[in-house]
């Protein structure tokens, strides 16, 4: 978990009651310590499997009231999911297992993957998954990978005749999330690459965000 250490700043940073000054500082403490909360929630929610109404209630009622984090994912996708399946009064038992399997997907917590013991988070994965085109194309990489180290991975790439790079830009043409996931995976540099592609595909540009098992499977149709 990111840690602050406030003894880091100026005096005259701060204000009489030691306060951070700088408002996007204090805004960044604010949106994880929200987030914080809200992983928190979901994890409580997901403890014992179930998903009931009053839970999915709270929930929304949280992310309404909360609005710093509600234009920032996964919020923003989190509160849409929610609205959907409460707007017309009835909870069914499709939409608590479908509500269920989106917060296990968002805090890691889903049971054993065939391949993995752990989850990334699938929420933000382009659906349907798009076809992968290495050559030419730029490529960023996140998480821990099942297939192999880093330097592995991102040789499959450029014998491809792809490019990678470190963080994703204006230019990335592929976010490729490892399938070996954290529960806090939104406080690490993993989680801010995830946010970074999200926003810049909300804004219309072409990146694609895939899970390690589909740029496996293309690896292996490329040959």
Request: net charge negative.
């Amino acid at each position: 978990m990111k840690k602050y250490f406030i003894k880091s700043l100026k005096s005259s940073d701060l204000d009489e009651n030691a306060q951070p000054l700088n408002m996007n500082f204090n805004r960044l403490l604010r949106t994880d310590r929200d987030i914080d909360e809200l992983i928190g929630i979901c994890k409580g929610i997901t403890a014992d499997n179930i998903v009931s109404t009053e839970e999915a209630l709270y929930l929304e009622r949280w992310l309404k009231i909360n609005k710093e984090i509600a234009n920032q994912y996964p919020a923003n996708m989190l509160i849409g999911r929610i609205e959907t399946m409460l707007i017309d009064g009835v909870f069914d038992d499709n939409e608590k297992l479908e509500l269920l399997s989106v917060l296990q997907d968002l805090t890691g917590e889903r049971p054993s993957h065939e391949i993995c013991d752990n989850y990334s988070t699938a929420l933000p994965f382009d659906q349907p998954f798009p076809e992968v085109v290495f050559r030419n194309n730029l490529f960023c990489l996140t998480g821990k990978f099942c297939y192999g180290t880093r330097n592995l991975c991102e040789s499959e790439i450029i014998k491809r005749a792809g490019q990678v790079q470190s963080n994703p830009t204006l230019k990335t043409n592929y976010l490729v999330i490892g399938i070996l996931g954290s529960s806090d995976w939104i406080h690490t540099t993993h989680g801010r690459k995830i946010e970074k592609a999200v926003e810049y595909r909300d804004k219309g540009l072409p990146i694609k965000i895939i899970p390690e098992e589909h740029w496996v499977n293309s690896i292996q149709t490329a040959g």
